[in-house]
């Protein structure tokens, strides 16, 4: 019999990448999403893929009453890898409450059923801006860099939600979780059947090239040029969706086949390389022989300078390795991109 994991947020960017995956590794998937930020659209891009539909239930997680009924009538679910949260940074900080309560309240809620219904594997979406602006002796940055106190709420529902799951295995020792903190996810399933589907006006770098060249929008802004880094521009560590979604699929393994050598245990997940907003734009233009029109402005309030990953717990530990270059990213980005504006 195949083992049912449960998705939640599986309609969004990284949660359909991953349910690919998972599908593709023989796991039933069933998928929880309540589309705040995601359309239906990506399930079914999800079977033109895989062709197998998961199941999908379309309900907020942060509601106590569904979340406990579906948790009742699935007591096959082997484990659970919980996407569903906000995540625009800006947001966050003009309505810091809606962050807490749904990034809060999910988790706490998805946690509890998992402890009354005994399902004891979780994998979390972390990311690494638990790590804020790391002091030059900690880049690339390892996992046991220090954490720094958040730089937006939302930064500091990832640090919280890190911090609940500490908390609840000590006392509830069945309970093991991997979090998993992404760098700056990038790119799209090579099929341009599903991608990153931003709602509005993009803030993310990627999305916003790719509008531009694709004509939403006149100019890409350059977020400073005078960063104490090669070429002035802020540095990030951009790893592929499908890269990333492959650690989900290692990570769960390695929970249900109790391969994890503590009960918490977390993982940066990038590529190692650190590229600046001008690399990005170079790399894309040689990529896809498209021009980009851009122009420096200054930098962006609350933006950090540089920040990348050192991989190598997750390399030797999961021995997963991101292997998409950072021009096959950004053209998949693209391919997506004209798929989506019917280019
Ligand atoms: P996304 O917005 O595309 O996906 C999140 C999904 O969760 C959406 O489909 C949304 O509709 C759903 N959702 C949100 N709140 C929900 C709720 N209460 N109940 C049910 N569904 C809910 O975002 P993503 O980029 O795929 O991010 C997935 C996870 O990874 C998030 O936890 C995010 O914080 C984390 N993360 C993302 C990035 C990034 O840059 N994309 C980086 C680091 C960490
Ligand atoms: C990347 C670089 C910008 C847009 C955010 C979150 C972080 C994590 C990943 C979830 C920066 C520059 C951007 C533009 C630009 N998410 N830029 N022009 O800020 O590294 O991280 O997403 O956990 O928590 O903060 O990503 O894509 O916004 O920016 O020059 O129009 O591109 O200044 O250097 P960021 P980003």
Not at 125 to 139: H, I
Not at 291 to 320: C, M
Request: net charge negative; aromatic share 10%.
């Amino acid at each position: 019999m195949k083992q049912k994991i449960l998705v939640t947020g599986g309609a969004g960017y990284i949660g359909s990448h991953t349910s690919v995956k998972l599908i593709e590794a023989g796991y039933d998937v069933v998928i929880i999403d309540n589309l705040s930020n995601s359309d239906v659209k990506m399930i079914d891009g999800i079977e033109k893929i895989t062709g197998v539909k998961p199941e999908f239930y379309e309900f907020d997680l942060c509601d106590i009453h569904k979340t406990k009924d579906f948790f009742s009538k699935n007591t096959d679910i082997k484990a659970i890898i919980h996407f569903a949260a906000y995540k625009a940074v800006g947001e966050s900080v003009n309505l810091p409450l809606k962050y807490y309560h749904n990034n809060i309240a999910s988790l706490v809620n998805i946690i509890q059923n998992m402890i009354n219904f005994k399902v004891e594997n979780l994998v979390f979406s972390s990311s690494c801006t638990v790590y804020g602006q790391p002091e030059p002796k900690y880049l690339p940055v390892t996992e046991d860099a220090p954490v720094q106190p958040a730089g937006s709420p939302y930064g500091n529902t990832k640090q919280i939600s890190e911090e609940i799951i500490r908390d609840t295995i000590i006392s509830n020792k069945n309970l093991k979780t991997i979090a998993l903190r992404y760098f700056n996810p990038i790119g799209a399933h090579k099929s341009a059947i599903i991608g990153e589907l931003p709602i509005g006006t993009p803030n993310n770098l990627i999305p916003f090239l790719t509008q531009t060249v694709a004509g939403l929008r006149d100019e890409l802004s350059v977020f400073g040029n005078d960063y104490n880094t090669p070429d002035g521009s802020a540095i990030r560590d951009y790893i592929d969706v499908n890269d990333l979604a492959e650690a989900h699929v290692i990570a769960i393994e390695r929970l249900i086949n109790d391969k994890n050598k503590k009960n918490f245990e977390y993982f940066n997940l990038g590529t190692g390389n650190g590229n600046s907003v001008l690399d990005v734009i170079n790399t894309f233009e040689k990529a896809t022989g498209k021009k980009v029109n851009y122009k420096i402005v200054p930098r962006r309030e609350g933006d950090i300078e540089q920040v990348w990953a050192d991989t190598s717990f997750a390399n030797t530990e999961l021995g997963w390795k991101a292997k998409t270059s950072l021009g096959e990213s950004l053209l998949s980005a693209w391919n997506w991109e004209k798929k989506v504006r019917g280019l």
